[in-house]
């Protein structure tokens, strides 16, 4: 059963910084694909960054700049390092596994960890 437990989450004032981790299980790992998206209120959900199974990445214009997003194979997680946070960056933020097999895509989502930021 593939499981995604994100975490890190929380009240940061603005220009403040956070780091969202996400803990896969029941895949191998280091073949997928990963990315963090977001949902605030009222909004639909959108891609913040991903990354490649080969490490490459991309970034949402709104982030680049302030957020990283990295892997680390070993400990099968996937971090989102964000920095400058902004009031508009307010959300709940999803972490989601991806691949293409046999030109079948296969995804999988966390529950999210809500990141609001505040003074």
């Known amino acids: 059963q593939v499981q995604l437990v994100e975490s890190g989450g929380g009240l940061v004032q603005p220009g403040g910084s956070l780091r969202l981790s996400c803990a896969a299980s029941?895949?191998?790992?280091?073949?997928?694909?990963m990315g963090w998206y977001r949902q605030a209120p009222g909004k639909q959900r959108e891609l913040v960054a991903s990354?490649?199974?080969?490490?490459?990445?991309n970034y949402a214009d709104s982030v680049k700049g302030r957020f990283t997003i990295s892997r680390d194979n070993a400990k099968n997680t996937v971090y989102l390092q964000m920095n400058s946070l902004k009031p508009e960056d307010t959300a709940v933020y999803h972490c989601?596994?991806?691949?293409?097999?046999?030109?079948?895509?296969?995804?999988?989502w966390g529950q999210g960890t809500q990141v609001t930021v505040s003074s």
């Open positions: 989601n596994a991806n691949r293409l097999r046999n030109g079948v895509p296969y995804d999988y």
């Open positions: 029941g895949v191998i790992f280091s073949i997928y694909g």
């Open positions: 990354i490649t199974s080969g490490g490459n990445t």
